[in-house]
């Protein structure tokens, strides 16, 4: 039962626009949703988080968008450079579960000369 | 940032070895480490959540018997998978939140390729 989804596999975008990149989840009980990147061989860095409390946090050419009664979330990057081609992880996690966390499949972020 | 190791990066073994995986956090103490598997194209699964002093507690599905978790000190979490077939090849990452840090601090190691033949 995959309890966080991101149904886009890859997505590419010109460097200079924007990426937006999409997240489902289904458990309720969620509260706090983090997107973590990640290149091959390595393991995966934290981006950006936000808690249930807010829908809206920006950090610099990131922001992250939580849309609580649709259970969805997105990352926009804007402007996307080269660098920013990697696999892109949303994860979710409960308060009290001491930092578990659920992961989507990944998004693969192509940003493209 | 804090930094956690794993060791080793790549491993091909025999069906029916065991195969020990090392997660070190280099620069501050995890009383608390997870393991992950992730398979290709997929997520990353949470395996089991090391403890430092007590068992490790493992997610539903995990055979405890199969993948041994001993979280030796504040700084070393080992996984062992014994006896292991084809089906075990996948990609482990270990990660460590650090205490007192907020919440999205949890810091990945580099992960470990195992390939059983």
């Known amino acids: 039962d995959q309890q966080v989804k991101q149904n886009s596999p890859s997505l590419s975008v010109q460097e200079g626009r924007i990426s937006i990149l999409n997240c489902d989840y289904t458990n309720s009980m969620f509260d706090y949703f983090l997107w973590y990147k990640k290149y091959p061989a390595e393991g995966p860095t934290f981006l950006i988080s936000?808690?249930?409390?807010?829908d809206k946090n920006e950090d610099g050419r990131f922001t992250v968008f939580l849309n609580k009664s649709a259970k969805h979330l997105s990352l926009h990057i804007v402007p996307s450079q080269p660098g920013d081609s990697a696999v892109y992880f949303c994860a979710a996690t409960t308060t009290g579960t001491a930092s578990k966390l659920t992961f989507g499949t990944g998004t693969r972020l192509q940003v493209t000369l | 940032g804090a930094v956690v190791s794993q060791h080793p990066s790549r491993v091909i073994c025999k069906s029916g070895t065991s195969v020990k995986i090392e997660c070190r956090s280099l620069d501050f103490q995890a009383t608390t480490m997870f393991w992950y598997r992730q398979f290709p194209k997929q997520s990353l699964m949470l395996m089991a959540t090391s403890n430092e002093g007590s068992k490790a507690t493992y997610e539903q599905g995990v055979e405890k018997d199969k993948f041994l978790i001993n979280h030796a000190s504040l700084t070393l979490s080992t996984l062992t998978v014994t006896s292991a077939h084809p089906e075990d090849s996948s990609f482990y990452i270990c990660?460590?939140?650090?205490?007192?840090?907020?919440?999205?601090?949890?810091?990945f190691g580099p992960g470990t390729r195992l390939l059983v033949l």
């Open positions: 990660s460590a939140p650090k205490t007192g840090a907020a919440r999205e601090t949890q810091y």
């Open positions: 936000i808690s249930s409390i807010k």
